[in-house]
């Protein structure tokens, strides 16, 4: 299979060959598209849970902290739109596009993830 960099460089020799305006348009578009996709920045979707994993914990922690009558999250729904794929070494990654990209929204894939707040138990009195 062709990698990335091989794809881009066949597009722009069939952009620089084509003598339609609008198809060389087009390929000048997926050319871009693509080029995008490889400057996302890459993360795995275990990355993406314990990150706001961690964020839950720590809101957790200051409310156990704090003072008086504490609040804390119940819950956490998350939805994240990325690029899913799977690299060479077999690892599962998510590319996020820039804010700013023409990747349209709906060629993403959504990652959808459910957090709840589990109780703590306190250990019991040593007598």
């Known amino acids: 299979m062709a ?18 305006k609008e198809t060389k348009a087009e390929l000048g578009r997926i050319v871009k598209l693509l080029e995008d996709f ?4 890459k ?14 914990d720590q809101v957790q922690t200051e409310a156990r902290d704090a ?4 609040t ?11 690029f899913v794929h799977v690299e060479d070494d077999g690892v599962t990654a998510l590319s996020f596009p820039p804010p700013d990209s023409a990747i349209d929204g709906s060629s993403l ?10 109780p ?8």
């Open 3 to 20: 990698d990335l960099s091989e794809i881009l460089k066949r597009l722009q020799a069939l952009q620089q060959q084509t003598k339609e």
């Open 38 to 41: 490889a400057r996302a920045p």
């Open 43 to 56: 993360t795995t979707p275990l990355d993406v849970a314990n990150a706001f994993r961690d964020v839950v």
């Open 67 to 70: 003072p008086g009558v504490g």
């Open 72 to 82: 804390t999250i119940k819950s956490l729904d998350l939805e994240v739109k990325a």
């Open 109 to 118: 894939s959504t990652l959808r993830i459910s957090f709840g707040a589990i």
């Open 120 to 127: 703590g138990v306190a250990p019991p009195a040593q007598e």
